[in-house]
């Protein structure tokens, strides 16, 4: 029931960032004329996409790898008019099927592709990113999932930024034991629910901030039965009483070897508090954009490491069979119960198989942009 | 024609501090009654020792490790009378000369003990720093320099602190390569000069930071004389086109791989603009007591570490016969005429072979605590 391209050429409905700025304000929604499918190129539908922090960082103009612009045609919202959009569209991850292949186009990432198959965008110079309804893309910027078994798109549009992420974290920055302690802030976000849940299959303890808010034991104990270990308000954080007694709790007096921060500020640098001597403070966000100062005694006598995260580092190091592997040894948790996908809320772009109005849709991105819940846009 | 001890009781000079707080205020000169040499211990006569960093630090209060309180039998300075003081003797590096063995002593930590034997305290729990003229040691707690050819104690006195600081910061921290660039701040400090002199032998070039002074020109010549490849004003330090000339100056236009502070607050940040990605920023000293303030795409995107450097942590996991290899190069290079000692300038405890009333070296050791340069007690 989904409606098809119009006269060969692909229309579809994209939320385009043309300057950075307040998310709020500068993401447009705009029906775009994406052209006829070339011989060599392939026409992804897409089911679902997320909106994650680093999105919205990235339209805000502080995040540092910036997307290609190019040029749109689209319909003027108001007047109805074709006209030219020079911009990118918003997105770094989503899943999508594929629903037409050209003539002469090759293989994906990872082998044989077919109509049919759920794929996602690997490769993304092209400036076209996940918030939109159809894409034209070279075969080989997509990787298939060859296992749908058990899977749903909500298990998939989240691999490739908050998944991954957190599973390298626990694998790449230190060795970690059995019985280590792990302590992160963001606790609730995407990434952190992950972490919990992988830190828990591997038999690492985590620590858990969180804001204090009104609904904060509803959040916490969401968090326990992920698997945390203890859950702290970032309020009570520097606490020396609650310092030794959630260590003592982990089973960890002599104190963690890593603290995850993607909060920044002086909250952020209580977690050093709970680290052991010689423990790494890894940053990987900065939702307060506060810097985090660090007095000389905790380098020269402390031996704290202080390190940053990205993955947009690891990905550009390993091949896509490597990313492929990680994907579908997380995907083998979600089939076998292992994993639950983190809290999210739709958004949809279309109503009983008819795609919304532009401007309803415009209204929905653009409250998505400051939601409180993880939100993800819903194509079909 | 140095006195000798009375009565068989060891009579000594000492510089004592009883509590922590501003140096010119609470280290106190006292003669002091270190007792009968015990038949297994060892007497040893102090040569030279120097005034650094870390011992005013540890005066302070602002040093980690703390040294032992211990009773010392004093001559009050006033009255003459005898009388008990608890505190420690300042200083932590220094040589001397052994002067009488107790028959049931042992052997120096790095093997055979003679009466005239250099030898440099290596264990130090006792309270007995190297500011004093006499001390009393275990025979294991000493290491004997057991090459004098070409050597003064001028150059065995910054061998424990300054210089191993140096070589090791630059052989342990991040593997480098010929050619690799460092910068530093502090540069004209002890560890600093030792530093770019160990660089010019190893094939590493060296940035050099320094305070922007009326004698500029002439630090800077100073330092460009032992082998600096560029030095720099901290004031000019953040000027991009100070940053671009200097970084291909020194053949790095990529940046430098690490960058070496001891001075902390924003000035030391600036170091960051000189790194190439990837670098580490390491901390070993904070002369101005200022956090390092970190923006988090500091970590994220540039993946800039963060790291401190503690001499004391090499000391206390490697054996004394490790100390006394790497020494023993250092000693080499000095009878080779690759390295020369730094800069320092001498605070007579003794006067053509007779000791200064304990007024006079109270005053000239208050005054060390300030002296613009590099002070040392030249103990005969």
Redesign the interface.
């Given at each position: 029931m989904t409606p098809k391209p119009e006269d060969n050429c692909v229309w579809g409905k994209a939320a385009i960032i043309s300057q950075e700025g307040d998310p709020t304000k500068v993401v447009k929604v705009y029906d775009v004329n994406l052209g006829e499918l070339p011989q060599d190129k392939i026409l992804v539908r897409s089911i679902s996409s997320p909106v994650n922090p680093s999105d919205l960082s990235l339209i805000r103009g502080?995040y540092?790898?910036k997307k290609n612009n190019r040029i749109f045609k689209v319909k003027n919202p108001e007047t109805g008019e074709e006209e030219e959009v020079c911009g990118f569209v918003g997105g770094n991850e989503g899943v999508g099927i594929v629903e037409k292949i050209g003539p002469k186009a090759g293989s994906a990432a990872n082998g044989s592709v077919s109509v049919g198959d759920w794929v996602v965008k690997v490769k993304g110079s092209d400036g076209l990113g996940s918030w939109m309804s159809y894409t034209i893309v070279d075969s080989d910027s997509i990787l298939v999932i060859r296992n749908k078994d058990k899977i749903t798109p909500e298990h998939v549009i989240t691999l490739k930024v908050n998944a991954t992420t957190a599973y390298r974290m626990l694998k790449d920055i230190v060795p970690l034991s059995q019985g280590d302690v792990v302590i992160q802030n963001g606790a609730n976000s995407g990434a952190g629910q992950f972490l919990i849940q992988f830190a828990r299959m591997w038999g690492f303890k985590t620590i858990n901030v969180i804001r204090d808010r009104p609904d904060f034991n509803e959040v916490a104990d969401s968090l326990f039965e992920l698997g945390a270990d203890a859950v702290v308000k970032d309020t009570e954080l520097g606490d020396p009483k609650v310092i030794s007694e959630t260590l003592e709790k982990v089973g960890a007096p002599g104190g963690a070897k890593m603290a995850i921060n993607c909060v920044?500020g002086d909250v952020s640098m209580l977690m050093v508090k709970y680290l052991s001597d010689r423990g790494t403070f890894?940053?990987?966000?900065?939702m307060t954009?506060e810097?985090?100062?660090?007095?000389?005694?905790?380098?020269?006598?402390?031996?704290?490491?202080?390190?940053?995260?990205?993955l947009a580092?690891w990905y550009s190091e390993n091949p896509y069979s490597k990313w492929a592997e990680v994907w579908e040894e997380i995907l083998q948790m979600f089939r076998e119960g292992k994993l639950v996908p983190q809290k999210m809320v739709p958004v949809p772009w279309y109503c009983n198989g008819s795609p919304l109005e532009t401007s309803k849709i415009q209204q929905l991105v653009t409250d998505s942009m400051t939601a409180k819940s993880k939100v993800y846009f819903k194509f079909d």
């Open positions: 502080s540092l790898a920044g890894v940053t990987y966000g900065a954009t810097p985090i100062s660090v007095p000389a005694p905790i380098f020269i006598f402390r031996n704290i490491n202080f390190v940053g995260f990205w580092v």
